[in-house]
């Protein structure tokens, strides 16, 4: 088993920043990959970012120039740099870890006003 606590999300205007952070612990492999997906009322979840244990990053068309993703291996946190925010960034953020198996967090709220 997998746990993934989320944090740093919050109410902030738009063109502000914030930063998500993901702790995963319990059975963690070194090889995996971690991601953020949001979710909006009334939308689908999708994805926003991830990034492999090597380093490897992939944004959605949406974020990229504006989010970043990374994480810290040592610590098995993953985080999510969000930049020039706009309202329809608004979500509930959720951090995934995938090795073999799917891991979810619980979800943090982002809210961007105009």
């Known amino acids: 088993q997998v746990q993934l606590v989320e944090s740093g999300g919050g109410l902030v205007q738009a063109v502000g920043s914030v930063r998500l952070s993901c702790a995963a612990s319990?059975?963690?492999?070194?090889?995996?990959?971690m991601a953020w997906y949001r979710q909006a009322p009334g939308k689908q979840r999708e994805l926003v970012a991830a990034?492999?244990?090597?380093?490897?990053?992939n944004y959605a068309d949406s974020v990229k120039g504006r989010f970043t993703i990374s994480r810290d291996n040592a610590t098995n946190t993953v985080y999510l740099q969000m930049n020039s925010l706009k309202p329809e960034d608004t979500a509930v953020y959720y951090c995934?870890?995938?090795?073999?198996?799917?891991?979810w967090g619980q979800g943090t709220q982002v809210t961007v006003s105009s």
């Open positions: 995934k870890y995938t090795r073999i198996y799917e891991y």
């Open positions: 319990g059975s963690i492999v070194s090889i995996n990959v």
């Open positions: 990034i492999t244990s090597g380093g490897s990053t």
